[in-house]
Each structure stands twice: as C-alpha cells, then as structure tokens.
C-alpha cells in the first residue's frame, strides 16, 4: 500500500514569514514617521525662536531705552540667520502713555524704512 505524503507546508511557512515581515515593517513604518515629524517641528520651532523672536527681544529692548518718535512708527531690522541675511519689520504702536505693542515679522518690501536705532 502507498503511503501519503502531505505536502503544502512550505507555502503556508512562507505566507506567515510574508505576513510578520509586512507587519513589522509597517510598525516601524509608524515609528519612522512619527520621529520624523517631531525632527520637523523641532526645526521649525528652532527657526521661529531664532528668527522673529529674538528679533522681537531686540526691538523690546531698544524699548526700554526711551519711547519711538511717533505712535505708531516702523523700522527695519536686517538679521542674519543661519548665514542669510533677512529682513525684519518692526512695528512700535502706543496703546496709551505707558504701553507700546511691538510686532517684527519678515518683510522683504521693508528696505525703505529706516533702519531700527540702537537707542531712542
């Protein structure tokens, strides 16, 4: 009499080895991703701290040395940030005898202001 022979479990081994590596791969995937975006906005964070902040701690401590000529008045403030030089427009607004609101965001169109004075 003849013996069977089962056969078939070769493809079933490689399925399953097809199957964790997919799902391996697609954990890591997720992991790969997610410290990707956190890289990201670190360096976005990074930019802003050095870009309009702290050209923001420079105009409000110009500030502290005497009031600007008019109420509302804006000035240019050229920095350099990671090798570039950019633009900044400061913007000095009273809101009454004792309060200012200082604002700096990057304008390229700001070349004809007067440049921020070291002191008022």
């Not at 990707?36 to 990074?46: D, F, G, P, T, V």
């Amino acid at each position: 009499m003849k013996r069977s022979t089962r056969r078939g479990y070769a493809l079933l081994v490689v399925m399953i080895l097809i199957l964790t590596s997919s799902a391996l791969a697609a954990v890591h995937s997720r992991y790969l991703t997610t410290a990707l975006q956190i890289e990201q906005a670190r360096i976005k964070r990074e930019a802003f701290v050095h870009g309009p902040v702290s050209v923001l701690a420079i105009a409000c401590q110009r500030l502290e040395t005497g009031d600007p000529p008019a109420t509302s008045f804006d000035f240019r403030f050229d920095a350099d940030i990671d090798n570039s030089n950019r633009i900044y427009r400061v913007t000095y607004q009273r809101l009454n005898a004792s309060q200012w609101t200082v604002s700096a965001r990057e304008d390229a169109d700001a070349l004809s202001l007067p440049p921020l004075p070291k002191s008022f």
